[in-house]
């Protein structure tokens, strides 16, 4: 039951990603299905929730299938524009693989082998994952609600602080539900998808402004990320939520470069769900429109931006409003007004800073990304060469430390606040840096010369 469950997820995401582009890799298509379909069957939870219809395996499945033979009925009235897409399926065209790209994948799979060994076979140990997020899940899967749940509504669970929990937004703990569901014994599968689907889709979004050695490199450097590589194992919200909101970021920058349309709406659909994740998304979402409104405004067209807009919002909003309607809602803990307070402010920068200089948390990316933007300093004036790629990285990441500078810390104190959420938080800029890293032009000449150096093409003359 488990495994038919996992790969009817796969096939609705899959249906969901044709519908809306066919111009995705074979990669990219791979890494995206998983994370589009759970995705898409957790929204169909909640629904089923503020239905009164009881979550079972049964329940979510049946709407599941019903919802992937709608979406294969539309790509079936539309199979004359499938058809160059499918045939495209059979091509397989001969890539300009090194010795070197071979010693590099090797270590790839060499690691993410070893980590899917670790993330099958160890418990969940994190505290907010055993009181909170994987706690949820296992509590959905056998008392099939969400509104009603005795861990939100007992008053003997108060002492351990599950109140903050019923406010995040819920596709981790709905995830691990559904696999519940479904009789897995952990909630570790889905936290093996996750992790194996963000290595195909980073290399797929790479490989699209990179050399195949270079994709390669740049996505082993990424997922060697220490403590992302770590936290990756255990049943929380932060890598999947760093899956969401880097490669949502990514396919907009893929958009913008190659005016390819139905790339703005696959990056829609992971912001979306990038939200529907953490609330924090929100930081990434602003990011994102930043940009659209900036390019609105010099084509001076709008009805794509609100579009944007909405999608992204969207889920937000209908996870608030279910709060409210069920009256789960917490004290407000965001400071609207704005304000100064040098000694929050100095924390903050002096918190942060330790993070960047620590290479124990996040290797050697806050060495080599700003040594590379110095560098593609001339290209950036001139070209504006991953301009829009820079710019979505600095905003997303000033919204989100604004945001943190706007709580009121009643429950906590700042430091720590940074030393663990923010520290978390930061896996999410890990791709969205790597990539940078590979598609600024310097990196991309140097190891087109590389490549040719190495590659040995079987062309000898014949005496």
Known sequence: MLITGLILSI????????????????????????????????????????????????????????????????????????????????????????????????????????????????????????????????????????????????????????????????????????????????SKSFNALIFISMLFAFYGVTRRFTTHTLAALTTFMMIITPEMLGFSSLSGTNFTHAVYASLGLLFFAAWYYGKNASLLWISALLLMLNVWTRNEGLAFIGAACCLLCRHSLRIKQYKTLILFTFLCLLPFVFWNVFLKINHMEIKQLIIFKPYWDAAKAGILWREMWAL?????????????????????????????????????????????????????????????????????????????????????????????KIDDFVFQPNTKSKK
């Open 356 to 448: 960047f200089t620590s290479p124990a948390y996040y290797g050697v990316i806050f060495i080599v990304f700003p040594l590379i933007a110095v560098s593609n300093l001339r290209h950036i004036i001139r070209h504006g060469d991953q301009l829009v790629t820079l710019l979505l990285i600095l905003l997303a990441w000033i919204f989100y430390t604004v945001l943190v500078y706007q709580i009121d810390y009643i429950w906590d104190t700042l430091e720590n606040v940074m030393r663990y959420s923010y520290k978390r938080f930061l896996f999410s800029f890990m791709p969205l840096l790597w990539f940078y890293v590979a598609a600024g032009k310097n990196i991309r000449i140097i190891f087109e």
């Open 11 to 186: 096939l609705l995401g899959l249906a969901i990603l044709l519908n809306i582009s066919q111009q995705l890799s074979r990669t990219e298509l791979l890494g995206l299905s998983f994370p589009a379909g759970i995705g898409a069957q957790t929204i169909i939870m909640v629904c089923l929730d503020f239905a009164g219809i009881r979550l079972t395996a049964t329940t979510v499945v049946a709407v599941s299938v019903l919802l992937l033979a709608g979406l294969c009925l539309r790509l079936y009235l539309r199979r004359k524009t499938l058809r160059e897409w499918r045939a495209s399926l059979f091509v397989v065209k001969s890539p300009k693989i090194t010795w070197l790209w071979l010693v590099i994948m090797l270590a790839l799979t060499t690691v993410s082998v070893m980590n899917m060994a670790k993330i099958m076979y160890y418990p969940t140990f994190d505290r907010d994952s055993v009181v909170g997020f994987n706690l949820t899940g296992i509590a959905v899967a056998h008392e099939g609600t969400i509104k009603g749940l005795s861990l939100y509504n007992d008053v003997n669970y108060e002492p351990h602080d599950l109140d903050l929990y019923k406010t995040y937004t819920p596709l981790s703990q709905l995830g691990y539900a559904y696999v519940y569901m479904l009789g897995a014994e952990t």
